[in-house]
């Protein structure tokens, strides 16, 4: 008989969820040559105007600023077109007429009348130096701007000057300009060991937070390189990558396809094929617990000559790499990845196997996490997030805030928190409380920290398995900020941390289930009105409608298999639903409360209350699903009021 009860969804997705389609992360990180690499998933600077003009186009708008001008071919312009355009620092010293900007990882300090110039402390020579004109202090445009990672385009027809610098989101540090001013022959990434030769107009034009996902431009972007790297979570064989291999290439016109050997003698798989866009060759290594997918693309406008230069830059990909000789796009130290969160100029590192989770739209949070892909098990998390203080606030008070939520919405059999503690940060006085908690049969520890400097107040919240408690102290120990520029980041209100029943609420209405429901505002809404789900509890609220009635018979004999699972623990049988607990005399119907555990440590115990509501000639199913380190009598009575507010319209 189908089984139509939300019950049965629930179990069916957990008995998937550790399991993905095979060696599809094979496939995942493919060259998209319809995508906009200039302009998705990036911010564009831009500064546009003419020599002689006064008036200036900085990232769209218009600004009346002391007339630019050429001297010996050399464009001068205000240093606040620079501040402006880029967002970068401006330091005037008097002693000796100093400028000093700063941009992200780039220095450069430069004299008043001087052709020497300073680039991360790098003695160099200016063609033309830096005046005083009218009061206002002229620069030379484009050795700051190549030098910031930007490019520059003069129309000699017009006199138009572009400045342009794309600056990616989900990268955390700029990475537009590492090869552009590097002099070395190779580029590669010493933590994974790999490297390639480099040419003069080869530009890294991306590279992932966690560095494994590179890809160069070659030839102005008609050609790339890409550089992708994942866990060999199947335990494929180099046999099996080459099955796989001709299979995904087979879809396109296969040119060519084996095994070959780098240099060094690392072994590869190899598939060569044409699209209606160009060529492609892939290259697959096996190397240690990872896979590398090698991949070069290039467009059907290149001539034979460029496809065999391209093809010799592949052929460098090697697994060695020489320090001497070698751009190194890796920025690990001592095992652990510097993050700069230059906005709110705040620093701090994360172990190496971290991945930036920051995929809230929040600007003021910033998250990540380790985690497992083979069991899908998050065993490491870290959270930042800064907001405004306000009159009356104390970081003392802020944590109480956060234990009296916890007291009160977590369940003290799975989770318990220490008293409130004094430490300092960064040589910041700041309090903290620790966290013990069990998650799928692991131990973990974390720690809360509440400080506050110059007007914005800290939380920073750290969570490991046990045996990895270190990690905690060494995330915390690299922290380190300055102040935060209030005309930059502007004031961001702290919400409250709601730990009373008075949390507001509003009416959600499904009309194509044909239904309402009254569900708290913080919580979010998914699948048409239908899923309902809690952030920070993890509680989900899953609601089907189905075209008939079910007895309480009929109820038993549909989950009279999955109940027999040794899986599920069954905490209170079928039993009628209040009248009290129902928004109208009109509605009947039973519910189920049971807890879903696994012998193979798959997921977290979590608890799964089922209630079947008849209503006329219809019936619905809905699902509260509540992890059992949330099981407690508040969240069951937040559920309750859920359910009494369910209305059929």
Same mark, same amino acid.
């Given at each position: 008989?189908?089984?139509?009860?939300?019950?049965?969804?629930?179990?069916?997705?957990?008995?998937?969820?550790?399991?993905?389609?095979?060696?599809?992360?094979?496939?995942?990180?493919?060259?998209?040559? /319809?995508?906009?690499?200039?302009?998705?998933?990036?911010?564009?600077?831009?500064?546009?105007?003419?020599?002689?003009? +006064?008036?200036? *186009?900085?990232?769209?708008?218009?600004?009346?600023?002391?007339?630019?001008?050429?001297? /010996?071919?050399?464009?001068?312009?205000?240093?606040?077109?620079?501040?402006?355009?880029?967002?970068?620092?401006?330091?005037?010293?008097?002693?000796?007429?100093?400028?000093?900007?700063?941009?992200?990882?780039?220095?450069?300090?430069?004299? @008043?009348?001087?052709?020497?110039?300073?680039?991360?402390?790098?003695?160099?020579?200016?063609?033309?130096?830096?005046?005083?004109?009218?009061?206002?202090?002229?620069?030379?445009?484009?050795?700051?701007?190549?030098?910031?990672?930007? &490019?520059?385009?003069?129309?000699?027809?017009?006199?138009?000057?572009?400045?342009?610098?794309?600056?990616?989101?989900?990268?955390?540090?700029?990475?537009?300009?590492?090869?552009?001013? +590097?002099?070395?022959?190779?580029?590669?990434?010493?933590?994974?060991?790999?490297?390639?030769?480099?040419?003069?107009?080869?530009?890294?034009?991306?590279?992932?937070?966690?560095?494994?996902?590179?890809?160069?431009?070659?030839?102005?972007?008609?050609?790339?390189?890409?550089?992708?790297?994942?866990?060999?979570?199947?335990?494929?064989?180099?046999?099996?990558?080459?099955?796989?291999?001709?299979?995904?290439?087979?879809?396109?016109?296969?040119?060519?396809?084996?095994?070959?050997?780098?240099? $060094?003698?690392?072994?590869?798989?190899?598939?060569?094929?044409?699209?209606?866009?160009?060529?492609?060759?892939?290259?697959?290594?096996?190397?240690?617990?990872?896979?590398?997918?090698?991949?070069?693309?290039?467009?059907?406008?290149?001539? +034979?000559?460029?496809?065999?230069?391209?093809?010799?830059?592949?052929?460098?990909?090697?697994?060695?790499?020489?320090?001497?000789?070698?751009?190194?796009?890796?920025?690990?130290?001592?095992?652990?990845?510097?993050?700069?969160?230059?906005?709110?100029?705040?620093?701090?590192?994360?172990?190496?196997?971290?991945?930036?989770?920051?995929?809230?739209?929040?600007?003021?949070?910033?998250?990540?996490?380790?985690?497992?892909?083979?069991?899908?098990?998050?065993?490491?998390?870290?959270?930042?997030?800064?907001?405004?203080?306000?009159?009356? &606030?104390?970081?003392?008070?802020?944590?109480?805030?956060?234990?009296?939520? #916890?007291?009160?919405?977590?369940?003290?059999?799975?989770?318990?928190?220490?008293?409130?503690?004094?430490?300092?940060?960064?040589?910041?006085?700041?309090?903290?409380?620790?966290?013990?908690?069990?998650?799928?049969?692991?131990?973990?520890?974390?720690?809360?920290?509440?400080?506050?400097?110059?007007?914005?107040?800290?939380?920073?919240?750290?969570?490991?398995?046990?045996?990895?408690? =270190?990690?905690?102290?060494?995330?915390?120990?690299?922290?380190?900020?300055?102040?935060?520029?209030?005309?930059?980041?502007?004031? @961001?209100?702290?919400?409250?941390?709601?730990?009373?029943?008075?949390?507001?609420?509003?009416?959600?209405?499904?009309?194509?289930?044909?239904?309402?429901?009254?569900?708290?505002?913080?919580? #979010?809404?998914?699948?048409?009105?239908?899923?309902?789900?809690? #952030?920070?509890?993890?509680?989900?609220?899953?609601?089907?409608?189905?075209?008939?009635?079910?007895?309480?018979?009929?109820?038993?004999?549909?989950?009279?298999?999955?109940?027999?699972? *040794?899986?599920?623990?069954? =905490?209170?049988?079928?039993?009628?639903?209040?009248? $009290?607990?129902?928004?109208?005399?009109?509605?009947?119907?039973?519910?189920?409360?049971?807890?879903?555990?696994? /012998?193979?440590?798959?997921?977290?115990?979590?608890?799964?209350?089922?209630?079947?509501?008849?209503?006329?000639?219809?019936?619905? $199913?809905?699902?509260?699903?509540?992890?059992?380190?949330?099981?407690?009598?508040? *969240?069951?009575?937040?559920?309750?009021?859920?359910?009494?507010?369910?209305?059929?319209?």
């Amino acid at each position: 008989m189908k089984k139509i009860l939300a019950l049965f969804l629930v179990i069916f997705m957990i008995g998937t969820m550790s399991f993905t389609a095979f060696a599809d992360y094979l496939y995942d990180w493919q060259y998209d040559w /319809d995508y906009d690499w200039h302009n998705g998933y990036t911010n564009r600077i831009e500064i546009t105007f003419r020599v002689g003009d +006064s008036l200036l *186009n900085i990232n769209g708008e218009y600004v009346e600023v002391e007339t630019p001008y050429v001297v /010996d071919g050399v464009t001068l312009v205000p240093v606040r077109v620079i501040t402006e355009a880029f967002g970068a620092d401006v330091e005037w010293i008097d002693y000796g007429q100093w400028i000093v900007l700063t941009y992200r990882n780039v220095v450069i300090e430069m004299q @008043i009348d001087s052709l020497h110039v300073y680039v991360n402390g790098q003695r160099q020579g200016l063609l033309f130096p830096p005046q005083l004109t009218n009061g206002a202090t002229m620069v030379p445009l484009r050795f700051i701007t190549e030098n910031f990672g930007a &490019d520059v385009f003069w129309n000699h027809y017009t006199d138009d000057i572009t400045v342009t610098k794309d600056v990616f989101d989900d990268t955390l540090f700029d990475i537009e300009d590492v090869l552009r001013r +590097s002099t070395m022959p190779m580029a590669g990434d010493s933590f994974f060991g790999w490297s390639l030769r480099r040419t003069v107009d080869m530009e890294l034009g991306f590279r992932s937070f966690d560095g494994r996902r590179n890809t160069f431009w070659l030839d102005g972007s008609h050609a790339t390189i890409q550089v992708n790297i994942s866990d060999n979570v199947d335990d494929l064989s180099l046999d099996i990558l080459q099955v796989l291999e001709f299979e995904h290439a087979r879809r396109f016109t296969v040119t060519g396809h084996g095994i070959g050997w780098t240099s $060094s003698g690392a072994a590869y798989v190899y598939t060569r094929h044409r699209t209606n866009w160009g060529f492609v060759e892939r290259r697959v290594f096996l190397r240690d617990a990872h896979i590398v997918v090698v991949t070069l693309n290039m467009s059907w406008i290149e001539d +034979s000559n460029e496809r065999d230069e391209h093809t010799a830059i592949l052929n460098t990909f090697d697994f060695v790499f020489n320090a001497y000789e070698t751009e190194d796009l890796s920025n690990v130290v001592d095992g652990m990845r510097p993050i700069e969160i230059y906005e709110f100029n705040i620093e701090f590192r994360v172990p190496v196997e971290w991945w930036d989770a920051g995929w809230s739209s929040r600007m003021n949070l910033f998250e990540f996490d380790d985690m497992s892909w083979e069991t899908m098990m998050e065993t490491g998390y870290m959270s930042l997030e800064i907001f405004s203080m306000q009159d009356g &606030d104390s970081i003392e008070a802020w944590a109480n805030e956060y234990l009296m939520w #916890s007291e009160r919405f977590v369940n003290p059999a799975a989770q318990t928190m220490s008293e409130i503690r004094h430490t300092q940060i960064n040589g910041v006085n700041a309090v903290y409380y620790r966290i013990n908690f069990t998650n799928r049969g692991q131990e973990f520890i974390g720690r809360r920290m509440f400080w506050a400097y110059e007007g914005y107040m800290y939380t920073l919240l750290v969570e490991v398995i046990a045996e990895n408690e =270190i990690i905690i102290q060494a995330i915390i120990d690299s922290v380190s900020f300055e102040a935060i520029d209030y005309n930059e980041i502007e004031f @961001i209100l702290r919400p409250p941390v709601y730990y009373d029943h008075n949390v507001p609420v509003a009416t959600v209405r499904n009309t194509i289930m044909g239904f309402s429901i009254d569900i708290p505002v913080r919580w #979010s809404r998914m699948w048409m009105d239908s899923v309902f789900s809690d #952030s920070r509890t993890g509680i989900d609220i899953q609601t089907s409608r189905h075209n008939r009635n079910f007895t309480l018979e009929e109820m038993k004999e549909l989950l009279e298999d999955a109940l027999e699972s *040794n899986d599920i623990e069954i =905490i209170q049988d079928f039993t009628p639903i209040p009248s $009290s607990e129902l928004s109208s005399s009109e509605l009947s119907g039973y519910m189920i409360k049971v807890k879903m555990t696994s /012998d193979m440590n798959l997921f977290d115990p979590f608890y799964i209350i089922e209630y079947m509501i008849n209503a006329g000639e219809r019936s619905y $199913s809905i699902s509260a699903i509540i992890p059992e380190r949330f099981f407690t009598p508040a *969240n069951l009575e937040t559920v309750q009021r859920i359910i009494r507010s369910f209305v059929v319209n």
